[in-house]
């Protein structure tokens, strides 16, 4: 199994200190955790906070062979401030390296020998990146898009266009409300909103996760749902992005559907519960969430 994430390499700058990220990135490591072969197509600049990813990534022994060097223009940054039950906003730098990632042949082969090409929405705020994205979604075998709602770093008809190219389209609540809404949908559950957004966009599989309460999958015209696990929450960085690289494992491995939307939502709550996007998380902490609260 191969996996290749496309965009943002970053650091997440918290109050007491400064963390990997990046969601493509984060879903990259976490599929790596589980064993899945992973290549990230990202770009960073030629400074310190380059330098140090590298190093980060080198550590971890996740490829890094895809991820350019920008002379130009520096390493992502993003501030995160977080509230009182840990829930994070993002003040996110511009332009930064990431914004700049070319289109190689290099990049077109890995696309085309890997099992699924995951990507953002964050990514295509840049002509540059959107462009290199919008070519390699053409040689995807299965095309998955993290929709990351970053205001003001996005546009409807950006958005329509990269899940009329999807197979897979994951969001949260508040984003399907928002995406949905402009595009005329203006009342009505959940569900509907799931069942009108893949009748527009001719999308089988669309996730839409909770938070605290779960998530819930549409798949092949069947709904699946998980109501969550409780945990006490540090914070929510890259939590959504541990709970997509988990779903995707499980999808691509063809397991029972209900049962992988159950491990994906444990695995989104254990990072919830730990600090950072990259906590480790072991497989015995995956069964122990799910057996107590079984």
């Known amino acids: 199994m191969k996996v290749t994430c496309f965009g943002e390499i970053l ?7 400064k963390k990997i990220g990046g969601a493509p990135l984060n879903v990259a490591l976490r599929l ?29 022994q996740l490829d890094t062979i895809h991820i350019q060097i920008n002379k130009t223009n520096k390493t992502g940054c993003v501030n995160v401030l977080l509230d009182s039950q840990g829930s994070a906003t993002y003040e996110i730098e511009r332009p930064v390296a990431w914004d700049f ?3 190689t042949e290099e990049a077109i082969s890995n696309v085309k020998t890997s099992d699924a090409f995951i990507f953002g929405s964050l990514v295509g705020r840049n002509e540059t990146s959107k462009n290199t994205l919008l070519q390699l979604i053409e040689h995807a075998k299965l095309s998955v898009f993290d929709v990351n709602l970053r205001p003001p770093y996005y546009s409807i008809d950006l958005l329509v266009e990269l899940m009329n190219k999807s197979d897979v389209i994951k969001c949260n609540d508040d984003e399907i409300i928002e995406i949905t809404s402009s595009l005329g949908f203006k009342n009505g559950a959940l569900e509907e909103r799931v069942h009108f957004l893949s009748e527009k966009t001719s999308t089988n599989t669309i996730c839409v996760t909770k938070g605290g309460e779960g998530a819930l999958l549409f798949h092949n015209n069947q709904f699946f749902r998980n109501t969550g696990y409780h945990v006490t929450v540090a914070d929510t960085v890259g939590a959504g992005d541990s709970f997509l690289a988990s779903l995707v494992f499980k999808l691509l491995f063809k397991d029972n559907i209900q049962e992988a939307l159950d491990f994906a939502t444990a695995v989104g709550s254990l990072v919830a519960s730990k600090n950072g996007a990259n906590p480790s998380v072991s497989l015995n902490d995956i069964l122990g969430i799910q057996e107590n609260q079984g």
Not at 11 to 17: I, L, R
């Open 11 to 17: 650091w997440d700058v918290f109050p007491s200190e």
């Open 32 to 60: 790596h955790s589980f064993g899945v072969e992973t290549t990230v197509i990202s770009a960073i600049g030629d400074d310190q906070d380059g330098k140090a990813a590298i190093e980060y990534l080198d550590r971890r």
């Open 101 to 103: 990632i070319e289109l």
